[in-house]
């Protein structure tokens, strides 16, 4: 009896053993914090489970207070749309340093329109992943249109009519992976050390929802496919075919 319960003691504790060695952080770590556009954090996390991508999400305070060693625990830091200014602000100083750390070590980053402003050379604290590269806002906006169907043409050759709403156009840094009309780069990737870097200036991930009172020549569907085709990127480092 005593060497069954030896035995079933050893067993518990090698189970135990085990438990604690597997990794307890999910995939992806998407930031909803400060800046961030709540319909766009919920647009983002109906494509993760509608995926079975494992993800959880941060705000501000949470990211101010994540060291960098569990950043690295991550594959894929996702920032969403909103507001660049107030994102890069609600941050601090140090945060946006770990980022950088992190994202150079080989942690994934996928940027959409505020996102991808922040990880440029933005003067309010951004990430400056782009070597000093910052973006401007797409030609649209000079004509005073802050939302609208966009016509992007993707590194396959498909022409998709994405939303975008106060986005950039992505001149100066990584290689274009989908252009606007006026042929400046609406999707852009490149390396940033170690890590693999996706930056969109349009949505691909806006619901049905979002396109109320426009017209569109392309499905949603096919939008959201697109989404998750950058996820995916992102994610697993796969570069995009280009022009």
């Known amino acids: 009896m005593r060497r069954l319960r030896c035995l079933l003691w050893l067993f518990v504790v090698l189970v135990a053993g085990c438990a604690t060695s597997e990794p307890t952080a999910r995939d992806i770590l998407l930031f909803k914090g400060r800046g961030t556009s709540s319909g766009d954090v ?35 830091i996702v920032v969403p749309g909103g507001n660049f200014v107030d994102i890069g602000n609600g941050l601090s100083t140090s945060t946006t340093t770990k980022l950088r750390s992190a994202i150079r070590g080989g942690v994934g980053y996928l940027g959409i329109c505020a996102g991808a402003f922040f990880a440029g050379a933005s003067p309010f604290n951004g990430l400056n992943l782009t070597d000093g590269v910052r973006f401007p806002f797409y030609a649209l906006e000079n004509r005073g249109i802050r ?96 022009d």
Do not use: C
């Not at 840094?173 to 200036?201: M, N």
């Open 42 to 76: 919920a647009a983002l996390e109906d494509i993760l489970r509608e995926r079975g991508l494992r993800y959880t999400t941060a705000s501000s305070a949470r990211m101010d207070a994540i060291s960098e060693s569990e950043l690295k625990t991550y594959r894929l």
């Open 147 to 242: 939302k609208a169907p966009v016509s992007v043409r993707t590194g396959v050759g498909t022409t998709l009519e994405i939303y975008w709403e106060d986005g950039p156009q992505l001149t100066g840094w990584g290689q274009p992976a989908a252009k606007y009309p006026d042929g400046t780069p609406a999707v852009v990737q490149g390396r940033f050390g170690d890590g693999w870097v996706v930056l969109s200036g349009v949505h691909p991930e806006a619901p049905e929802s979002w396109r109320r009172g426009m017209s569109f020549t392309t499905p949603a569907t096919a939008s959201l496919a697109f989404a998750s085709t950058l996820i995916d990127a992102a994610l697993n480092r796969k570069p995009l075919p280009t």
